[in-house]
């Protein structure tokens, strides 16, 4: 993973009431999440670790009929992407499922590859139980404000071609489909499944890429 730009890298009195950490750092402005159930939420964005894999794994094992195993995350860890968490502090009386050593929600995360002028989404997964709530859409802004900030100028990825909620978040989030993988994905009894290619034009960041 990218560690040059830990979450924890951003200058405190520019950060919203609503985060103690942003990813990348806030110099340009990030459209709140919306939290409708939970107004009261805060958030921080945090770099994927190895000991995270565990929580990251239940999260994942929930959200997905075919999940990624432990051991993608690992070579995705290992290969330096970046890969990124969406943490809270629980809100009074929250059960915080999958229970973590550090006590804290995991809402969601991310795992991206860089490219030559493109970012590839590799995971975007949001906890079941905190879906509908704007984090997808969140940590796709703060992904595409990090890949602009790093030079690219589009981001990449391939869904299921069934997967509605997905495909939905990334057309609202100004995707388009730019191609189809046939049988790209297992999908169980010997099927497969085509993979509906997306990218993402990425405005220039404001000054350049950041170094
Ligand atoms: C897809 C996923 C990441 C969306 O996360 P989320 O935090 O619930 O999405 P958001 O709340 O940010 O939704 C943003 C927009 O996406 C669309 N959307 C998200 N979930 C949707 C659903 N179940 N049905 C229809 N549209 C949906 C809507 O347009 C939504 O905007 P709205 O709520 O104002 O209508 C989440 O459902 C998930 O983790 N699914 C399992 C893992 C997965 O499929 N990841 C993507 C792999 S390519």
Redesign the pocket.
């Known amino acids: 993973m990218s560690t040059s730009t830990p979450a924890d890298a951003a200058p405190r009195n520019a950060l919203p009431a609503w985060a103690s950490g942003l990813w990348p750092a806030p110099t340009e402005p990030l459209t709140p999440p919306?939290s409708v159930s939970h107004p009261e939420r805060r958030i921080v964005f945090e770099p994927m670790l190895e000991s995270d894999l565990d929580s990251v794994h239940a999260v994942e094992s929930q959200?997905?009929a075919h999940p990624w195993s432990r051991r993608h995350f690992h070579d995705s860890l290992k290969a330096g992407y970046p890969a990124i968490l969406l943490l809270s502090q629980p809100l009074p009386g929250e059960v915080v499922h999958p229970p973590r050593a550090d006590g804290r929600v995991l809402l969601?995360y991310l795992v991206a590859m860089p490219g030559v002028d493109e970012v590839h989404?590799l995971?975007?997964?949001?906890?079941?139980a905190?879906?509908?709530?704007?984090?997808?859409?969140?940590?796709?802004d703060a992904l595409g404000l990090w890949s602009r900030g790093q030079g690219a100028q589009w981001l990449w990825?391939?869904?299921?071609q069934g997967?509605?909620?997905?495909r939905?978040?990334?057309?609202?989030?100004g995707f388009a489909q730019v191609g189809l993988r046939k049988g790209y994905y297992p999908a169980g009894h010997f099927q497969r499944e085509d993979a509906v290619v997306m990218s993402l034009r990425l405005a220039p960041a404001a000054g350049g890429p950041t170094p």
């Open positions: 919306r959200a997905y969601g989404l995971n975007i997964t949001v906890a079941t905190h879906q509908r709530q704007g984090w997808a859409r969140f940590m796709l990825l391939e869904v299921r997967n509605a909620p997905a939905a978040l990334y057309e609202r989030c």
